[in-house]
């Protein structure tokens, strides 16, 4: 399915949200209409920007804690078994990454899976494997990185990824793990943010890593180059919320890297009302600039479009799944 044709500021905004406040606290933050101003380069910016920004350690439970700093939130599992990261980040946060894990504890890196191909998520992959890290992730995503990738919206190709950065385990729809003592559950989503992306259930620790199928408090991305679409990023939070409990902890790909279920019912409420608003003005016969120009995302703006996923870019990727 061909993407949306982007006003010049929206590519930049989707890709400095990628590296979100990590950036601000480095570079000092951008107006909208700054950052949105020259639509080439993109991930080239981001990869400098995580070069430098910080890492914040949050520290959960069960000895699993979130980083946040280097492109999506990355879970870490401490034990005897060695760590188990979920999302590699950026490769050039290699540095800073190398510090917060060694602040979690002196065991070496030994598994990490990746929730989805895109690079703010796997670009460390070479480097973590050189740790020591084998590294797991739905079929999907190895064929993506093994192959010139274009994403559209982003204006960018990127090149396939190197043998020792490729998954070297695979999976169809599910996989079960027992890794420290805990019981890790990966399931495929099927089509959502990606056509790759899938979920991370820590069972004994109640913790859920969603991946890009869950950005809190802010619009999401939607990848129509390879296999995104609306329906699935709803079909996508109905199965989070399935599993979820009251006092389940989620992590986000993108957004507060501490979550849970009230604030995923919320994002995933969004996503239908404002399908469901898009979906009858394009019945309606209404252009896609016409559709921005109803303002049909209005209602939530307030509390998820304040960031750099503006409500004109995201109502443009829902008009296009619709």
């Known amino acids: 399915m061909g993407s949306p044709e982007l006003p ?61 700093g280097s492109g999506g939130n990355i879970a870490v599992l401490t034990g005897p078994d060695g760590k188990l990261l979920v999302d590699a980040g950026i490769g050039v946060s290699r540095p800073q990454l190398s510090k917060a894990l060694a602040e979690l504890g002196g065991e070496p890196v030994a598994h990490l899976i990746n929730t989805h191909w895109h690079f703010d998520h796997a670009d460390g992959n070479e480097w ?53 003592g805990a019981s890790i559950a990966l399931k495929y989503y099927g089509p959502a943010h990606t056509d790759s992306d899938v979920s991370v259930m820590f069972g004994e620790a109640n913790v859920l890593h ?22 699935g990023m709803i079909a996508a939070s109905d199965a989070n919320l399935a599993v979820a409990k009251s006092d389940t902890i989620i992590i986000p790909g993108h957004g507060k890297p501490v979550s849970n279920k009230a604030e995923l019912q919320g994002f995933r409420d969004m996503l239908v009302a404002i399908r469901d608003n898009v979906g009858n003005l394009k019945k309606q016969g209404r252009t896609r600039d016409e559709a921005v120009a109803a303002k049909p995302t209005a209602a939530f703006d307030a509390k998820f479009g304040q960031f750099l996923v503006d409500p004109g870019y995201f109502t443009r990727l829902v008009y296009e799944g619709v």
Not at 154 to 161: G, K, R, V
Not at 213 to 231: A, C, E, K, L
């Open 210 to 231: 969603a991946g890009d199928t869950f950005w809190n408090g802010i619009y999401p991305f939607i990848d129509y180059s390879t296999g995104g679409s609306i329906d």
């Open 128 to 180: 973590l494997h050189a740790a020591g890290a084998k590294i797991i992730a739905h079929e999907n995503t190895r064929k993506h990185l093994s192959v010139v990738q274009r994403v559209e919206d982003w204006d960018y190709n990127f090149l396939a990824s190197p043998a020792s950065a490729l998954p070297a385990e695979v999976f169809d729809k599910e996989r079960q793990l027992k890794l420290n």
């Open 8 to 68: 010049s500021m929206s590519r930049r905004g989707f890709c400095l949200c990628c590296v979100g406040g990590a950036f601000a606290a480095t570079t000092g933050w951008l107006t909208p209409r700054q950052a949105y101003a020259e639509a080439r380069g993109i991930v080239s910016l981001i990869k400098d920007s995580a070069a430098t920004s910080p890492i914040t350690t949050y520290k959960l439970r069960n000895n699993i804690s979130v980083l946040e």
